[in-house]
């Protein structure tokens, strides 16, 4: 999946640049409200119709972390439920002959630790790749050792189990890799940058009416809302960060400890 230019960036970044312009822009906007009115004017319309933009500014802003939220979640419990699944079919690995049992927890090793090496390859698209290649061999192999010995079983009570088992695991994989991929549209990122600039050069506008400048509330503000927008750009970059989902992938390896 091609990565686009705001979710390559690092999120630092992004909203250090973001920080910067929306003091511009305020700069930029009181020196417009200087040529457009006098302190003496009416300024009151103007102020409504900036607190509008600030109510708007902050139901974007709401709505965009809930997403990033909701996002992050459904990951951390993806990676909760494949590491559980894959944990139930190594159990049932238990119920068949010894020889085939030792066939099994080989080839559950090496799909737990294809699984593993995925989640630690960081960015690397080769590395990621590569893991769930050799995931997709392991699935194979432990598909056909399972059905095959289920055709010719004669306890097939003993050994049905597994076959749903597996089905679990390998649809959790797919949900974990999908999850991951599903990300906030960037068209919302650049609506929610777009509309703090606009709000911040408003802010500057409106601030004619009292002659000068509160750096200390408009830094103040500046601030709080390039660090809300960093979290939020933050929880939907799990790779990379300072809010992963390193504790949670520890769950897949206390799952290898059981082979």
Partial sequence: MKESFIYRTDAFILCSILFSLMLLSIFLGFKFGKVRY?????SAGNNTIVSALFGLLAFLLAVTFGMSGSRFDSRRDAIINESNAIGTAVLRADLYPDSLRATLRKNFKSYLNARIDYYEAGRDRGKMDEANARADAQEKNLWQTAMGHARTSPDFLKTQPMIPALNDMFDNATICNTREKARVPDPMVILLMTLSIASAFYA?????GKGKLDW???VGFCLLTSLVIYITLDLDRPRRGLINLD????TMLDVLKLL
């Fill in 38 to 42: 006098s302190q003496d004017e009416e």
């Fill in 204 to 208: 500057g506008y409106i601030s004619v």
């Fill in 247 to 250: 504790a949670t992938h520890q």
């Fill in 216 to 218: 200390f509330i408009i």
